[in-house]
């Protein structure tokens, strides 16, 4: 293999590499963000519990009012049976009494009805606060998960452009001009080995003279898809 052909190998790596580290850095804030989406849906989803469960509570206390209060209705109307003066009185005292009795009977099976959606309500609230729980310490965990690996690709980063410089220090002058060209575009999918004489960057085949001039340490660059062009085997 040729000096210029080993050296268009080990950039194409590098810039792979490069690319690929910059990638999963940007790609850290990201998980981040969809932690954080994740744990406030998980929070409003303990706020809507708990808000349910306090607006059932407030109806439940708002109708054990009213039936305190149609209690103390039903007392005074028996009250006043002894005190009739004609049986007429007395039934329509009578009938007013059971048809409050029977109102009342409707209002505690509402109220017990109530009363055990209030306990499953309670119960969502209180798997929902584990959610919660669960969720910050892994949201907590995802971000300093993140940040570590956040310090390793630009560790990793710093490393590979120091490595890319000096690599690029040994391209001839006669292809550095067309290098800083398509790299300022195109970064790692500027090169492409070629094996026997097909571009592994578009699968199009090359002509011998192509071929040969990379074995003569000449810049080839693919016709078909414009990549700077090594032979295969310096991966």
Do not use: W
Request: some cysteine.
């Amino acid at each position: 293999m040729t000096a210029t052909t080993e050296t268009m190998s080990q950039l194409h790596r590098i810039h792979k590499q490069l690319t690929d580290r910059r990638e999963r850095l940007e790609a850290g804030p990201q998980r981040v963000m969809a932690h954080e989406a994740q744990f406030a849906k998980l929070e409003n989803d303990k706020a809507l519990a708990k808000e349910n469960a306090t607006q059932l509570r407030m109806a439940i206390d708002s109708k054990q009012l009213l039936l305190q209060s149609a209690e103390n209705k039903i007392s005074e109307l028996k009250g006043k049976l002894n005190a009739c003066s004609s049986n007429r009185e007395y039934q329509a005292l009578g009938e007013q009494i059971a048809a409050a009795e029977m109102a009342n009977s409707v209002l505690e099976d509402e109220i017990l009805e109530a009363m055990d959606r209030s306990e499953q309500l309670a119960r969502v609230v209180t798997e929902a606060e584990g959610q919660v729980s669960k969720g910050a310490t892994f949201l907590a965990d995802a971000k300093q998960s993140v940040s570590e690996e956040e310090q390793a690709h630009k560790l990793s980063i710093a490393q590979l452009k120091s490595e890319l410089a000096e690599a690029e220090m040994h391209l001839p002058d006669e292809v550095r001009t067309d290098y800083d060209r398509i790299v300022r575009t195109r970064h790692e999918d500027s090169m492409a080995a070629v094996e026997g004489d097909i571009c592994i960057g578009c699968y199009q085949q090359i002509t011998p003279n192509m071929v040969n001039l990379l074995a003569m340490k000449e810049v080839v660059i693919c016709k078909a898809c414009g990549r700077l062009l090594y032979l295969a085997g310096q991966e």
